[in-house]
């Protein structure tokens, strides 16, 4: 399992209207790289924007990942050719790290910047608009590759071709994949589920999604 990867890109993007299936609709999904030292805060990347913050954005959702080994499979499946970073609207493209070597509540260290796995990326329609293809949400289910939020613990700054370094790995070891494929994929048996009850950082969301009849009534 690598301790080390790289940032590919860094990627902000600003609120833009766009029309889908006759309405208008906000969105930041539009993420474009840029270079130089960016400030990681509480609520995300200086210069990023979340148009919709019931659902996108906060401190639990305040930098988004995105691994660039990832676009290969996407170019293909897409037939659009090369894809440009930011593509799937994260603000970080990364290199190194898979979901599957990544885990709830693992901390990374970017530049001066702490961040902290905590969930997987659940797909709304903007990707549809983004891909202006109404299929893309079950496309990207069923390819598997979600990406991971974090939350920013120590803010700092972090650039284009920085270190991403594990400086701390979670006791649990339940990865980002584990929770998108128990959540989407096939049922948690009696012991992933009693690990997941017991992983504090995940948000309920998740948990709701994995252990479905403990939590189908709580809001």
């Excluded at 080994?69 to 603000?91: Q, V």
């Excluded at 109404?134 to 972090?158: H, I, K």
Aim: charged share 25%; net charge negative; aromatic share 10%.
């Amino acid at each position: 399992m690598p301790d080390v990867g790289k940032v590919y890109s860094v990627n902000v993007g600003k609120r833009r209207d766009v029309e889908f299936f006759g309405k208008v609709v906000t969105t930041s999904i539009f993420k474009e790289p840029i270079s130089g030292n960016v400030s990681a805060r509480h609520l995300g990347l200086d210069g990023d924007v979340q148009a919709d913050l019931t659902v996108h954005g906060g401190p639990q959702k305040a930098v988004y990942f995105y691994p660039h080994e990832h676009y290969a499979d996407w170019e293909k499946l897409l037939g659009t050719g090369p894809l440009a970073p930011g593509a799937f609207g994260e603000n970080i493209t990364s290199e190194g790290f898979s979901e599957a070597e990544l885990c709830i509540g693992d901390v990374i260290q970017i530049g001066s910047t702490l961040l902290q796995v905590l969930q997987p990326r659940s797909p709304c329609y903007k990707l549809q608009i983004k891909f202006q293809r109404p299929d893309m949400v079950a496309l990207f289910v069923r390819q598997g590759f979600p990406g991971w939020y974090a939350s920013v613990v120590q803010e700092g700054t972090l650039a284009v071709g920085d270190a991403i370094t594990v400086v701390s790995r979670a006791p649990e070891r339940i990865s980002v994949a584990d929770i998108w494929r128990y959540s989407l994929v096939e049922d948690a048996d009696p012991e992933t589920q009693q690990r997941v009850r017991a992983l504090e950082l995940l948000p309920r969301f998740w948990k709701r999604q994995i252990l479905r009849d403990e939590l189908s009534s709580v809001v």
